[in-house]
Protein backbone atom coordinates (compact mmCIF):
# COMPACT_ATOMS: atom_id res chain seq x y z
CA UNK A 1 0.00 0.00 0.00
CA UNK A 2 0.79 3.46 -0.70
CA UNK A 3 1.08 5.62 2.01
CA UNK A 4 0.35 9.66 1.94
CA UNK A 5 -0.85 11.41 4.63
CA UNK A 6 -1.03 15.15 6.42
CA UNK A 7 1.70 16.70 9.19
CA UNK A 8 0.13 19.64 11.14
CA UNK A 9 -0.52 20.28 14.82
CA UNK A 10 -3.62 20.58 15.03
CA UNK A 11 -4.75 18.03 12.17
CA UNK A 12 -7.89 16.25 13.90
CA UNK A 13 -10.30 18.80 11.63
CA UNK A 14 -8.94 18.55 8.22
CA UNK A 15 -10.70 17.48 5.54
CA UNK A 16 -8.11 16.14 3.61
CA UNK A 17 -8.40 12.59 4.03
CA UNK A 18 -11.80 11.89 3.18
CA UNK A 19 -11.42 13.90 -0.04
CA UNK A 20 -8.31 11.68 -0.90
CA UNK A 21 -9.84 8.32 0.21
CA UNK A 22 -12.35 9.49 -2.37
CA UNK A 23 -9.47 9.99 -5.04
CA UNK A 24 -8.35 6.50 -4.04
CA UNK A 25 -11.20 4.36 -3.96
CA UNK A 26 -12.53 6.24 -7.32
CA UNK A 27 -9.40 5.04 -9.63
CA UNK A 28 -8.93 2.04 -7.92
CA UNK A 29 -5.44 2.60 -5.97
CA UNK A 30 -4.19 0.71 -3.32
CA UNK A 31 -3.24 3.85 -0.61
CA UNK A 32 -4.13 5.45 2.45
CA UNK A 33 -3.83 8.89 3.78
CA UNK A 34 -2.96 9.22 7.41
CA UNK A 35 -2.49 12.19 9.79
CA UNK A 36 0.61 13.03 11.96
CA UNK A 37 0.41 15.24 14.73
CA UNK A 38 4.09 15.70 15.77
CA UNK A 39 4.86 18.13 18.65
CA UNK A 40 6.32 21.65 17.18
CA UNK A 41 9.94 20.76 17.79
CA UNK A 42 9.81 17.74 15.97
CA UNK A 43 9.42 18.53 12.59
CA UNK A 44 12.91 17.53 11.53
CA UNK A 45 12.17 13.68 13.23
CA UNK A 46 8.60 13.56 11.81
CA UNK A 47 9.92 14.52 8.01
CA UNK A 48 12.80 11.86 8.25
CA UNK A 49 10.62 9.54 9.83
CA UNK A 50 8.12 9.72 7.18
CA UNK A 51 11.12 9.35 4.91
CA UNK A 52 12.41 6.29 6.79
CA UNK A 53 8.87 4.82 7.01
CA UNK A 54 8.35 5.16 2.78
CA UNK A 55 5.74 7.30 2.90
CA UNK A 56 5.69 8.93 -0.69
CA UNK A 57 3.79 12.22 -0.21
CA UNK A 58 2.73 14.39 2.89
CA UNK A 59 0.87 17.96 2.90
CA UNK A 60 1.96 19.98 5.03
CA UNK A 61 -0.42 22.80 7.39
CA UNK A 62 -0.09 24.95 10.61
CA UNK A 63 2.33 25.48 12.00
CA UNK A 64 4.98 23.84 9.73
CA UNK A 65 4.22 25.59 6.17
CA UNK A 66 7.83 27.18 6.38
CA UNK A 67 9.28 25.54 8.77
CA UNK A 68 9.34 22.62 6.41
CA UNK A 69 11.31 24.35 3.79
CA UNK A 70 14.47 23.47 5.89
CA UNK A 71 14.36 19.69 5.46
CA UNK A 72 12.98 20.03 1.54
CA UNK A 73 14.22 21.25 -1.94
CA UNK A 74 11.38 23.50 -2.75
CA UNK A 75 10.36 24.38 -5.96
CA UNK A 76 10.76 27.74 -7.72
CA UNK A 77 7.48 28.57 -6.79
CA UNK A 78 7.28 27.55 -3.10
CA UNK A 79 10.79 29.47 -2.84
CA UNK A 80 9.05 32.05 -4.04
CA UNK A 81 6.05 32.21 -1.84
CA UNK A 82 7.83 31.01 1.22
CA UNK A 83 6.15 27.92 2.19
CA UNK A 84 5.46 24.61 1.43
CA UNK A 85 2.39 22.89 1.94
CA UNK A 86 2.98 19.54 -0.27
CA UNK A 87 6.35 17.20 0.38
CA UNK A 88 7.23 14.41 -2.41
CA UNK A 89 9.19 12.08 -1.17
CA UNK A 90 10.01 10.47 -4.68
CA UNK A 91 13.24 12.61 -4.85
CA UNK A 92 16.00 12.82 -2.71
CA UNK A 93 15.93 15.38 -1.06
CA UNK A 94 12.23 15.54 -1.22
CA UNK A 95 10.88 18.03 -3.28
CA UNK A 96 8.73 21.04 -1.71
CA UNK A 97 5.70 22.41 -3.38
CA UNK A 98 3.17 25.38 -2.83
CA UNK A 99 0.06 23.71 -4.23
CA UNK A 100 -2.23 26.80 -2.50
CA UNK A 101 -1.64 29.02 -5.24
CA UNK A 102 -3.05 26.73 -7.87
CA UNK A 103 -5.39 25.61 -5.77
CA UNK A 104 -6.06 29.80 -6.42
CA UNK A 105 -5.58 29.71 -10.33
CA UNK A 106 -7.63 26.57 -10.49
CA UNK A 107 -10.67 27.76 -8.76
CA UNK A 108 -10.65 30.86 -11.33
CA UNK A 109 -10.51 28.37 -14.67
CA UNK A 110 -13.23 26.14 -13.00
CA UNK A 111 -15.56 29.27 -13.02
CA UNK A 112 -14.44 30.73 -16.39
CA UNK A 113 -12.71 34.00 -15.02
CA UNK A 114 -9.81 34.91 -16.66
CA UNK A 115 -7.06 36.14 -14.50
CA UNK A 116 -4.48 37.41 -17.24
CA UNK A 117 -4.47 41.43 -17.81
CA UNK A 118 -7.24 41.65 -15.11
CA UNK A 119 -7.03 44.21 -11.90
CA UNK A 120 -7.17 42.03 -8.77
CA UNK A 121 -7.79 43.18 -5.01
CA UNK A 122 -6.23 40.94 -2.35
CA UNK A 123 -7.34 41.54 1.06
CA UNK A 124 -4.78 40.01 3.42
CA UNK A 125 -0.89 39.59 3.58
CA UNK A 126 -0.59 36.52 5.78
CA UNK A 127 0.49 33.02 4.26
CA UNK A 128 -2.93 32.28 2.25
CA UNK A 129 -2.51 35.83 0.72
CA UNK A 130 1.12 35.14 0.00
CA UNK A 131 -0.02 32.08 -2.10
CA UNK A 132 -3.06 34.20 -3.44
CA UNK A 133 -0.80 37.07 -4.66
CA UNK A 134 1.99 35.30 -6.27
CA UNK A 135 -0.87 32.96 -8.34
CA UNK A 136 -2.87 35.97 -9.63
CA UNK A 137 0.70 37.85 -10.51
CA UNK A 138 2.12 34.64 -12.09
CA UNK A 139 -1.52 34.23 -14.00
CA UNK A 140 -0.95 38.26 -15.43
CA UNK A 141 -2.74 39.70 -13.37
CA UNK A 142 -2.86 43.59 -12.09
CA UNK A 143 -2.56 42.86 -8.00
CA UNK A 144 -3.22 45.56 -5.45
CA UNK A 145 -3.21 43.93 -1.72
CA UNK A 146 -4.41 45.43 1.42
CA UNK A 147 -3.93 44.59 4.39
CA UNK A 148 -4.68 46.17 8.13
CA UNK A 149 -1.05 45.79 8.85
CA UNK A 150 0.02 48.30 5.80
CA UNK A 151 4.08 47.49 6.27
CA UNK A 152 3.59 44.13 5.75
CA UNK A 153 1.15 44.47 2.39
CA UNK A 154 4.46 46.43 1.51
CA UNK A 155 6.31 43.76 2.24
CA UNK A 156 5.07 41.52 0.27
CA UNK A 157 3.73 44.01 -2.69
CA UNK A 158 7.86 44.10 -2.99
CA UNK A 159 8.56 40.24 -2.83
CA UNK A 160 6.03 39.58 -5.56
CA UNK A 161 6.99 42.63 -7.88
CA UNK A 162 10.84 41.00 -7.47
CA UNK A 163 9.92 37.79 -8.58
CA UNK A 164 7.19 38.35 -11.06
CA UNK A 165 7.64 41.82 -12.40
CA UNK A 166 4.06 42.42 -12.49
CA UNK A 167 2.68 45.22 -11.60
CA UNK A 168 2.27 45.30 -7.30
CA UNK A 169 0.91 47.80 -5.19
CA UNK A 170 -0.05 47.91 -1.22
CA UNK A 171 -2.73 49.74 0.46
CA UNK A 172 -4.68 50.41 3.07
CA UNK A 173 -8.21 48.37 4.38
CA UNK A 174 -9.89 51.79 4.11
CA UNK A 175 -8.67 52.24 0.54
CA UNK A 176 -10.83 49.13 -0.54
CA UNK A 177 -13.87 50.66 -1.86
CA UNK A 178 -12.12 52.38 -4.45
CA UNK A 179 -9.60 49.35 -5.05
CA UNK A 180 -12.70 46.92 -5.22
CA UNK A 181 -15.08 49.62 -7.14
CA UNK A 182 -12.32 48.99 -10.26
CA UNK A 183 -11.24 45.69 -9.70
CA UNK A 184 -12.34 42.76 -11.92
CA UNK A 185 -11.30 40.18 -9.31
CA UNK A 186 -11.54 40.08 -5.51
CA UNK A 187 -9.87 37.42 -2.98
CA UNK A 188 -10.40 37.46 0.41
CA UNK A 189 -7.08 35.81 2.15
CA UNK A 190 -8.22 36.69 5.62
CA UNK A 191 -10.32 34.73 8.39
CA UNK A 192 -12.80 37.39 8.59
CA UNK A 193 -15.89 35.87 8.33
CA UNK A 194 -15.44 32.12 9.68
CA UNK A 195 -16.08 32.88 13.32
CA UNK A 196 -18.66 35.84 12.59
CA UNK A 197 -21.05 37.20 10.33
CA UNK A 198 -18.21 40.04 8.78
CA UNK A 199 -17.08 41.03 5.64
CA UNK A 200 -13.69 42.64 5.34
CA UNK A 201 -15.07 44.39 2.24
CA UNK A 202 -17.91 46.51 2.02
CA UNK A 203 -20.69 45.62 0.48
CA UNK A 204 -21.58 49.05 -1.60
CA UNK A 205 -18.23 48.62 -2.78
CA UNK A 206 -19.22 44.89 -4.80
CA UNK A 207 -20.18 45.18 -8.39
CA UNK A 208 -21.65 42.55 -10.96
CA UNK A 209 -18.43 42.35 -13.05
CA UNK A 210 -16.52 41.05 -10.28
CA UNK A 211 -15.20 37.59 -9.50
CA UNK A 212 -15.11 37.08 -6.08
CA UNK A 213 -13.10 34.07 -3.86
CA UNK A 214 -13.48 33.81 -0.54
CA UNK A 215 -10.47 31.94 1.09
CA UNK A 216 -12.76 30.57 4.11
CA UNK A 217 -14.88 27.01 3.65
CA UNK A 218 -16.77 27.43 6.95
CA UNK A 219 -18.85 28.38 6.00
CA UNK A 220 -19.05 27.79 2.42
CA UNK A 221 -21.53 31.07 2.20
CA UNK A 222 -19.68 34.07 4.00
CA UNK A 223 -21.40 37.50 4.10
CA UNK A 224 -18.84 38.63 1.44
CA UNK A 225 -20.06 35.73 -0.84
CA UNK A 226 -23.95 36.43 0.37
CA UNK A 227 -23.67 40.18 -0.26
CA UNK A 228 -21.49 39.59 -3.77
CA UNK A 229 -24.11 37.79 -5.35
CA UNK A 230 -26.64 40.17 -4.48
CA UNK A 231 -24.56 42.72 -6.27
CA UNK A 232 -24.58 40.47 -9.09
CA UNK A 233 -20.89 39.17 -9.08
CA UNK A 234 -19.26 35.33 -9.65
CA UNK A 235 -18.73 33.86 -6.27
CA UNK A 236 -16.58 31.17 -5.21
CA UNK A 237 -16.84 29.42 -2.13
CA UNK A 238 -13.32 28.42 -0.31
CA UNK A 239 -13.81 24.72 -0.87
CA UNK A 240 -13.17 25.04 -4.56
CA UNK A 241 -9.31 26.39 -3.49
CA UNK A 242 -9.24 23.50 -0.80
CA UNK A 243 -10.62 20.68 -3.39
CA UNK A 244 -7.99 22.11 -6.20
CA UNK A 245 -4.73 22.91 -4.23
CA UNK A 246 -5.47 18.74 -2.97
CA UNK A 247 -6.30 17.58 -6.72
CA UNK A 248 -2.78 19.24 -6.96
CA UNK A 249 -0.74 17.50 -4.35
CA UNK A 250 -2.46 14.48 -5.63
CA UNK A 251 -1.67 14.68 -9.17
CA UNK A 252 1.79 15.85 -7.96
CA UNK A 253 2.56 12.73 -5.73
CA UNK A 254 0.71 9.92 -8.83
CA UNK A 255 1.36 11.44 -11.70
CA UNK A 256 -2.37 10.60 -12.33
CA UNK A 257 -5.14 13.33 -13.13
CA UNK A 258 -7.24 13.65 -9.44
CA UNK A 259 -11.03 12.84 -10.07
CA UNK A 260 -12.06 15.90 -8.92
CA UNK A 261 -15.64 15.49 -9.41
CA UNK A 262 -15.34 12.67 -6.56
CA UNK A 263 -13.31 14.53 -4.70
CA UNK A 264 -15.33 17.47 -4.58
CA UNK A 265 -18.54 15.79 -3.75
CA UNK A 266 -17.17 14.03 -1.23
CA UNK A 267 -15.46 17.40 0.54
CA UNK A 268 -18.70 19.26 0.02
CA UNK A 269 -20.67 16.48 1.68
CA UNK A 270 -18.13 16.49 4.84
CA UNK A 271 -18.80 20.12 5.05
CA UNK A 272 -22.22 19.86 4.78
CA UNK A 273 -21.92 17.50 8.12
CA UNK A 274 -19.77 19.49 10.12
CA UNK A 275 -21.67 22.64 9.77
CA UNK A 276 -24.83 20.79 10.90
CA UNK A 277 -22.59 20.03 14.07
Keep these: MDVYGLVGNPVGHSLSPPMHETAYEELGMDAGYVTFEPDPDDLAAAIAGAAALGVRGLNVTIPFKEAVLEYVDPDDLAARIGAVNTVDFGTDPPTGYNTDAAGVRRSFEAHDVALDGRSAVVVGA ?126 RWTGRDAPVDAMNRRLRAALGSAERV
Design 126 to 251: GGAGRAVAFSLADAGAEVAIANRTVERARDLAADVDRYSGSRVAAHELDELDTLVGDADVLVNATSVGMEEDATPVPAEALHGDLAVLDAVYRPLETRLLHDAAAAGATTIDGAWMLLYQGAEAFE
